[in-house]
């Protein structure tokens, strides 16, 4: 059964760094392209960052600069190391899997920034 297990998410202060990761089991075709995305309370759920499995990146306006998106292909995992945290970055994070023929998502993860 295909499944993303996200983790490391919490409560930081403005200023702060976080660093989530995300582990893809079970999954049968080969990963295209893993990241993050998040959704704020009556928001509606936005691209944080991705990266291909050549290690190409691409990231959101809002966190270019703070945010670097990694991934481990051999592990199937995908990291987000967050830094300079801002209230506004506060939201549930779920990280994302697609192959060629599907999507997977992970549970969420609960980011909260405080000012």
């Known amino acids: 059964q295909a499944q993303l297990v996200e983790s490391g998410g919490g409560l930081v202060q403005a200023g702060g760094s976080l660093r989530l990761s995300c582990a893809a089991s079970g999954i049968i075709y080969r990963i295209n392209s893993m990241g993050w995305y998040r959704q704020a309370p009556g928001k509606s759920r936005e691209l944080v960052a991705d990266?291909?499995?050549?290690?190409?990146?691409n990231y959101a306006d809002a966190v270019k600069g703070r945010f670097t998106i990694s991934r481990d292909n051999v592990k199937n995992t995908v990291y987000l190391q967050m830094n300079d945290l801002k209230p506004e970055d506060t939201a549930d994070y779920y990280c994302?899997?697609?192959?060629?023929?599907?999507?997977?998502w992970g549970q969420g993860t609960q980011v909260t920034v405080s000012s």
């Open positions: 994302n899997a697609r192959t060629y023929y599907n999507v997977y």
């Open positions: 990266i291909t499995t050549g290690g190409t990146t």
